[in-house]
């Protein structure tokens, strides 16, 4: 982390503690650490302690006279790498949603461009209140990062979620932060996710449970990266994802013309999609009366969206997704190959804790000279980063690089 500078905001809650080794952690391991305090947070823990870890002055007046003359959150703001709170009151965390800045921090992380990563703390019943998860939610819709509180032991007395991370968690997140941030600057990447719906009629359409959360996650993961990026979503119960063009559609055909109109513009395509593979033949234009009865449904095949982006692809880097509930590794295999893809994703749908609605996923990476990896049980977040790891190996040595 030499050369790296990073803000660290603590706010008024009993973990304080526990960022001053988070301090101490960055600066041995090279990092330049301004810390930035509540008034609250100076309650449990002293200023002198972090300024004495850090070696640089603690900031938590918002008009106090600088050491050296700068408007003080302009000038942390611009130096920041990352800032990250640690920990995140649930009050920090509501004015921020709200874009309320009414201390120094709040004020900072206003006025900074550099990822903001939240590590909320607090009593597992104010941690699932429902305005917090609301706040959470609308943060992350922004483009603020949030790491999840472990379970544990908790100040009040009670065991529950809302206990902060150890130091160390948190450092090793803020590094893989500053490792991979700026990777894929000027890419532009490409997303597909969430079902289609093929209609029977104006009230009744073909679907299936695809939630669309994998591919909102590679969408958000890819913007952290430096990417430009395109998501093409079918209908989901997701927020929008703040900074990434969405382009909504609703059927197969719809999906189809959005990535092809997009495609030569696009260095990278993730097929993360479930888009049906049939569609009634005939749509009616009135609602079927169930007294009228139907026999069957006779059905058409729908495009095949990743077959077409295989066949027309030129420099892009492709990567599908195999859903399968049984031979998984070889149907997978069979898609990559007769899909001419660069990268599947293979995950067994039939499990209840990963996969279709979860937020979690525990998948298997193919590739077309055979080799294979297996990736171990964990969020879909993680699960996206960990693919455009892989991607970005897979891309040619000329692509752009960033100055950063």
Known sequence: MEGRTVVLGVTGGIAAYKSVEIASLLVKRGASVHVVMTESATRFVAPLTFRTISRNPVSYHMFADPDVWDVRHVGLAEVADILVVAPATANCLGKVSQGIADDLLTTVIMATKAPVLFVPSMNEAMYENSVVQRNLTRLKTLGYSVMEPDCGYLACGKEGKGRMPEPLDIVLEIERFLLRERDLMGMT????????????????????????????????????????????????????????????????????????????????????????????????????????????????????????????????????????????????????????????????????????????????????????????????????????????????????ISDA
């Open 189 to 400: 990447v490409l997303v597909t996710a969430g079902p289609t719906q093929e209609p029977l009629d104006p009230v009744r359409y073909i679907t299936n449970r695809s939630s669309g959360k994998m591919g909102y996650e590679l969408a958000k993961a890819a913007k952290e990266r430096g990417a430009d990026v395109i998501l093409v979503t079918g209908p989901v119960m997701l927020p929008r994802p703040f900074g990434i063009k969405v382009v909504p559609v609703r059927t197969s055909k719809e999906m189809f013309r959005a990535v092809m109109d997009h495609l030569s513009d696009t260095d990278v395509v993730i097929g993360a999609a479930a888009p049906a593979d049939w569609r009634p033949a005939q749509v009616s234009l009135e609602k079927l009366k169930k007294s009228e009865g139907l026999d069957s449904i006779p059905l058409a095949r729908c495009e095949d969206i990743l077959s077409e982006v295989g066949r027309r692809k030129k420099t892009q880097i492709t990567v599908g997704f195999a859903a399968e509930t049984c031979d998984l590794i070889e149907n997978a295999r069979h898609k990559l190959m007769s899909k001419n893809l660069d990268l599947i994703v293979a995950n067994d749908v039939s499990r209840r804790d990963a996969g279709f609605e979860s937020d979690f996923n525990e998948v298997k990476l193919l590739y077309p000279d055979g080799n294979r990896e297996d990736l171990p049980y964990m969020t879909k977040r993680e699960v996206a980063h960990k693919i455009l790891d892989r991607v970005t190996s897979l891309l040619p040595l000329t692509r752009p």
